[in-house]
């Protein structure tokens, strides 16, 4: 059984950082593609960033390049959102997800695995 479960999110004064954790069980790792999404307040659920199974392609929304970073802890078996200089428009529900297969990618219908998310909260 695959679970994803996420966790870090709070509030925050826009220009902090953060750090998101989602911490993988069952068959999702090596051969998994992870990502992050976000849904905001009325909005639909949209892509962040994704990082590929071997660790060799990530992928970034427009709106976060140079802000945010994703990564992989192997031995944790763990996929790290870390953001920085946060804006009010970053709030939203973050959920972690697994791809059934290595590559990553920007589409949220091919993430087959969805964590329950977390909240993040930035104020102005």
């Known amino acids: 059984q695959v679970q994803l479960i996420e966790s870090g999110g709070r509030s925050v004064q826009a220009g902090g950082s953060l750090r998101l954790s989602c911490a993988t069980s069952g068959r999702v790792w090596d051969t998994y593609a992870l990502g992050w999404f976000r849904q905001g307040p009325g909005k639909e659920r949209e892509f962040v960033a994704s990082i590929s199974g071997g660790d060799t392609t990530v992928y970034y929304h427009d709106s976060v390049k140079g802000r945010f970073t994703i990564s992989r802890d192997n031995a944790k078996r763990t996929v790290n959102l870390h953001m920085s200089n946060l804006k009010s428009e970053d709030t939203a529900v973050y959920y972690c997800?697994?791809?059934?297969?290595?590559?990553?990618?920007?589409?949220?219908?091919?993430?087959?695995?969805w964590g329950q998310g977390t909240l993040v909260t930035v104020s102005s």
């Open positions: 997800a697994a791809r059934n297969g290595p590559v990553a990618t920007m589409v949220k219908s091919e993430y087959i695995y």
